[in-house]
């Protein structure tokens, strides 16, 4: 078939989709359109009024205010704890020097996202230890790495994505890596170490504590 044969028998495929398919459920597409259009136009004015109200005057600790009362955050989070860290939040902006709103909140989010190679930046800007997941650990370096639960649970190497984990976990020490493991969990249960600790070498391995720790 000649390219322009090709172009002409997806045009005609294209037109019996259209008259089989996309015409007849226009209308039903139309209508789910509108009911998102309308949320859409709510958060959009609610968005326009953050900005004209408290951003474009500084107030970041009020507009957070209002953000978490529209969003009813309070409610949704009730706990004594998650309260704790709402009034936390809220006292870390209060003591904030702010002099760019807009860089502030940026770092904001940097810091909530804990995405990549900023975790380790934020670490050493902060001087504070940063407890965290091993796939948020992904793309960082530290001087030294606390790998804690390192349990035949935790790490079981059922899979081959179960030693990719526990390879980027080890890997993020540039210069001391402690594993912790212990003999029974939160529930009494009997747990061993994970086998994957004893592929490390010998030759980069201080046992210290208990008998068998590695």
Same mark, same amino acid.
């Given at each position: ?5 090709d172009?002409?028998?997806t ?6 989709l /259209?008259?089989?398919y996309?015409?007849?459920g ?11 259009? @309308?949320?859409?136009? *709510?958060?959009?004015?609610f968005?326009?009024?953050? @900005? ?8 970041? =600790?009020e ?9 009813? /955050?309070?409610?949704?989070y ?11 939040? =809220? ?8 002099h760019?709103p ?7 989010q ?8 900023q975790m ?12 965290i ?18 349990d035949?649970?935790?790490?079981s ?26 003999c029974?969990?939160? @529930? ?9 600790i @004893? *592929? ?11 008998a068998?720790a590695?």
């Amino acid at each position: 078939m000649t390219p322009w044969g090709d172009i002409t028998a997806t045009g005609r495929v294209l037109l019996c989709l /259209m008259d089989e398919y996309l015409i007849p459920g226009s209308e039903k597409r139309r209508e789910a359109v509108e009911v998102y259009r @309308r949320k859409f136009v *709510n958060i959009t004015g609610f968005l326009q009024e953050l @900005r004209e109200q408290y951003m474009d005057r500084g107030r970041i =600790l009020e507009m957070m205010e209002a953000i978490l009362e529209r969003c009813r /955050m309070r409610t949704k989070y009730g706990k004594e704890t998650e309260q704790r860290t709402i009034e936390d939040f =809220l006292l870390n902006i209060e003591r904030s020097e702010i002099h760019d709103p807009f860089l502030y909140l940026q770092g904001l989010q940097e810091e909530a996202a804990l995405s990549g190679s900023q975790m380790d930046l934020m670490a050493a800007r902060l001087q504070r230890i940063p407890i965290i997941t091993v796939h948020q650990a992904k793309g960082c370096e530290f001087d030294t790495v606390i790998l804690a639960g390192a349990d035949d649970f935790t790490f079981s190497r059922r899979s081959a994505e179960d030693e990719r984990v526990f390879y980027v976990a080890i890997t993020r020490a540039k210069e001391r890596l402690v594993i912790t493991s212990a003999c029974r969990d939160d @529930r009494n249960r009997v747990r061993g170490q994970c086998e994957m600790i @004893r *592929n490390i070498p010998e030759t980069f391995v201080v046992n210290e504590g208990f008998a068998g720790a590695r």
